[in-house]
């Protein structure tokens, strides 16, 4: 893979190279996204070195997302016409929401539990029998979600957890995709974008980061029909 973005290939550790994409793509529109469409392109033939790539770039999109420059580069690849990029962007209501009163539903755990789980250790939490874990991580409060992902205790099943709850607000999928840990994982990008809760803007963004059986399944799956069209297209 060559060009400027190819090169954040060799970028190490991950928060390096998503920092660098970042730069790069804000940049300059105009050049940005003809170097985002070739390496998209290249991902999508195999090239190991542009998925790597693609990755940075896509979640430091989706980290990035309101931005201007945002907005920038999905206007510059409107402007000329290239269909990987425009691919990444596109909003609509989930296709699925929370029923009136609007609020998510609450477990009944107080946030002094849910702070008390962030804060122990794996092996404590192990012997903690009486933490009621799924009902604290389906707690409604973003900022507590929060406090649960950056615990060091917390494992990837915790975060698939979160990530797949249903429902989900917006505010609790920005803790998600905020946090690099867990972002990284693809299993966690896998049951976001699946989650049918989730804006397609989200979901959009974090398809090309997936495997091909994935997008497959989520081009047969019960998701927003803006995210099962672009999956079967990347698929």
Known sequence: MTGVLGHLASVEPLALRVAAAGERLRAHAAAAATQLEATLAAAREGDAGARTAVLACCIALVQSDGDPWVSALRAEAERQALPGVSALFGDA?????????????????????????????????????????????????????????????????????????RPTSDAIVKELTRSLRWIAHIEVREALVANPFVRPAVALILLPTLLAPALRALGRGSVHPLVRRAASTWA
Do not use: M
Request: contains cysteine; glycine residues 2%.
């Open 93 to 165: 209501e989930p296709h699925r929401a929370v029923r009136l009163p609007g609020r998510l539903p609450d477990p009944c755990v107080s946030t002094q539990t849910a702070t008390h789980l962030a804060s122990i250790s794996a092996k404590v939490r192990a012997r903690s029998f009486w933490l009621p874990t799924d009902r604290i991580l389906a707690h409604p409060d973003s900022r507590i979600v929060g406090r649960l992902l950056r615990a060091p205790s917390l494992r990837l099943h915790d975060a698939l957890t979160i990530a797949s709850r």
